[in-house]
């Protein structure tokens, strides 16, 4: 059960009254599960990619609640106060109307909101105490910062489906808008904050310097910046279909970004189970690492020093070199490259993927037929 903090209940009801302000109760438990239904199986995903010590769902309910709740309320604020910044400081009385709105729009869809909202929605991998004891694995970081993304991409949805427009066609606008946003925009979301997740990681688990972080931060913030680029772009087409193909391109983007990330959380899983499972399991090399001590540890004890095992990889290298091996490209022979790549294809999520091909064909369809 997630234990939702007296502020973020505050946050929780002043959404729920402003969507459905927005768009009446209906429209408002229509978004909802429509945005948030799919984000749970977007969340299930990437949790079981994860082979060996699969995180816990409590933990990453606080998460996903923060990027739902924390992260929307703040990105709303941070958004709104640097947009108006950069506003006056760049706008004077010789701009037009037209200039100042479509100033506007770029100011914060490209520079302002990537640069915040991927500031606020991993933040609570180092505020919180329970996530924070949980990232004890690189591929954690991962793992935590798709399930904040995820979070603040399904209250976004709901934000938008309940826009005026959607709301003004009917329940179908709204579905429109919904859906075509869970194919694209809320995998950008998690995407990006799991790159900067991975950097919170490395930083946490493997002592990098604070840098590593900051380099996943702006690759976050680049990716970010250049989907909504992308996006505002499409919009000044008259064509429907180079606005379309645009579009198009950005869900393949977002579902190629899906597909790295489980795999990239599999990669270092299997790495760091295959180094334990050769060494420490089996209690070679180091006294205190023996398998009777391993069996009294408890999973939360066994995860940390799965972790420490990993870590210690370096300075061992001669008791790992054997399956150091088994990682270098250079040394695989044509067997293990075809291994190799049938666990990939095994591993591939071949559902998601057809089912994109199929809802690119049948937009493209009603633009030539």
């Excluded at 990682?327 to 666990?343: F, G, R, V, W």
């Amino acid at each position: 059960m997630i234990k939702l903090s007296k502020k973020q209940w505050f946050i929780l009801i002043i959404l729920v009254l402003t969507f459905i302000a927005m768009g009446g109760v209906l429209g408002f438990v229509f978004a909802s599960l429509l945005s948030f239904v799919p984000a749970y199986f977007y969340l299930k995903s990437i949790r079981n990619s994860e082979k060996a010590d699969v995180e816990p769902w409590g933990t990453m309910g606080l998460a996903f609640v923060w990027g739902a709740l924390s992260g929307v309320f703040l990105a709303g604020i941070f958004n709104t106060l640097g947009t108006a910044f950069l506003l006056v400081m760049l706008v004077d009385s010789e701009n037009s109307l037209e200039d100042i709105e479509n100033l506007t729009i770029v100011l914060t869809v490209v520079v302002v909101a990537p640069l915040v909202e991927e500031f606020v929605k991993p933040l609570v991998m180092f505020r919180n105490v329970t996530v924070r004891n949980e990232i004890d694995e690189v591929e954690d970081g991962i793992v935590y910062g798709a399930a904040c993304g995820l979070g603040f991409g399904a209250t976004e949805n709901v934000l938008y489906g309940l826009s005026e427009g959607a709301v003004a066609a009917g329940i179908w606008g709204i579905f429109i808008i919904v859906l075509l946003r869970t194919f694209s925009s809320i995998l950008l979301h998690l995407v990006t904050t799991s790159f900067t997740g991975y950097g919170i990681a490395k930083y946490q688990v493997e002592g990098q310097s604070f840098s590593i972080v900051v380099k996943y931060y702006f690759l976050a913030v680049f990716i970010h910046a250049a989907w909504n680029g992308l996006a505002v772009f499409s919009l000044q087409y008259d064509s429907d279909l180079s606005a379309l193909l645009l579009f198009a391109a950005s869900i393949m983007l977002a579902i190629s970004g899906l597909e790295m990330a489980k795999r990239k959380i599999t990669q270092l899983d299997v790495a760091g189970s295959n180094i334990i499972g050769t060494d420490i399991r089996a209690g070679h090399g180091n006294e205190d690492w023996s398998s009777n001590k391993w069996e009294k540890k408890s999973g939360w004890e066994q995860k940390k020093l799965r972790s420490s095992s990993v870590a210690a990889g370096s300075s061992e290298s001669t008791a790992y070199s054997d399956t150091a091996a088994l990682y270098s490209s250079d040394s695989k022979t044509p067997q293990e490259l075809a291994a190799s790549t049938t666990e990939w294809a095994s591993n591939f999520d071949w559902k998601n993927t057809l089912g994109t091909i199929f809802f690119l064909i049948f937009m493209l369809a009603q633009i030539f037929f």
